[in-house]
């Protein structure tokens, strides 16, 4: 790639680019698997008989369908889901034909490593795990339960299989439900939210750091992520879950920096409380935030330097908290459509 020409992305390193302006190229690369973007068709042409020149290839066409991800292209976006991946999920569980349900887990369900339950196979519990978590790729809605059965790998037992078996039920039912990215018009500016689960891990009393961020109404980032630290309130759960969000907007503003030649801009963070706020602006060394570890003040520096412009938002606008805890159906099905998860429709097929 480096000898035709093209620039291996810093923040990307799967991610090259020749070019500029309209005649900028990107072209994605996994092992022996390229996708290639463009505005100019001609480049487009003339890099595939660059490639076709030095090494033996196949042009599958527009793209759709790569590293097990179905992609649908129409007119005002792109749609991607796993919809092949999620039936064979299901015929390894043996659970094509069980009952479907509406969210992947129960309101309020609380786990423990200390389950005094019968033990079940942990060879196929990692298995099911682990294929869930691959599906997550293109499902956010799946990030908090397939994160949160992930703890209990070691040694599973029939409570914690009971909880994949309703994330299979659920996914049973969505098989056909992936991400939708609409088409935009204007140049995309990430917006970020993030969100904390206080002392929300029943065994070691552990938050949990939720972040999504948008292009536009696109997702195109999210995690869930267990902190490393136990903390004394909800405000510095807070505080420290915009540091993790920070570290991801700053990489995400840099990629598309990079991507589009042009100097790194700002990024807009969401935060659902106003003390985390206020301390990421004024870190007062009180008694309430002098003993957080000096790394999570990363968040202040980004705020005083201009790389991210820290808001509050209303626990209603909180899009995170689908990351952030099992919800009941009506607020699980709301959140689930404003992160871009959607039906394939026969519009969208068409």
């Excluded at 570290?247 to 995400?252: A, D």
């Amino acid at each position: 790639m480096l000898s035709l020409g093209f620039r291996r992305n810093d923040c990307e390193h799967a991610v090259y680019g020749r070019g500029s302006g309209d005649s900028r190229l990107l072209v994605g690369v996994y092992v022996d698997d390229l996708i290639i973007t463009g505005n100019v068709a001609m480049e487009i042409d003339r890099f595939k008989a660059e490639m076709m020149s030095l090494f033996k290839m196949s042009d599958l066409g527009p793209l759709s369908f790569y590293l097990g991800i179905e992609v649908e292209q129409v007119a005002d976006g792109i749609h991607l889901s796993q919809k092949s991946y999620a039936q064979h999920i299901l015929e390894r569980a043996r659970m094509q034909e069980c009952n479907s349900c509406s969210t992947p887990m129960e309101p309020r369900l609380k786990l423990t490593k200390t389950s005094t339950a019968a033990l079940v196979d942990a060879t196929q519990y990692r298995s099911i795990v682990g294929c869930l978590r691959y599906l997550v790729h293109t499902r956010p809605d799946l990030a908090f339960s397939v994160g949160y059965v992930s703890r209990f790998m070691e040694a599973p037992t029939t409570e914690h299989d009971t909880a994949v078996k309703r994330i299979l039920r659920y996914v049973a039912g969505t098989v056909d439900y992936g991400c939708y990215y609409k088409r935009m018009e204007t140049p995309p500016e990430p917006v970020g939210y993030c969100d904390a689960d206080m002392a929300g891990d029943v065994d070691t009393r552990k938050s949990t750091s939720r972040v999504v961020f948008f292009l536009g109404a696109n997702p195109v980032s999210w995690q869930s992520i267990k902190q490393k630290v136990v903390v004394l309130s909800s405000c510095e759960a807070e505080y420290i879950a915009a540091t993790t969000a920070a570290c991801q907007g700053i990489w995400l503003a840099q990629l598309l920096a990079e991507i589009e030649q042009e100097e790194p801009q700002s990024f807009k963070l969401l935060v659902d409380n106003k003390s985390a706020i206020a301390l990421s602006k004024n870190p007062v060394f009180h008694n309430r935030s002098k003993h957080i570890a000096t790394r999570y003040h990363f968040i202040h520096e980004c705020v005083e330097d201009g790389r991210a412009q820290v808001e509050f938002i209303g626990t209603d606008g909180e899009v995170a908290d689908i990351l952030t805890k099992a919800l009941g159906r009506v607020r699980f099905q709301e959140l689930r459509a404003r992160i871009g998860v959607v039906e394939v429709s026969p519009r969208r097929q068409a």
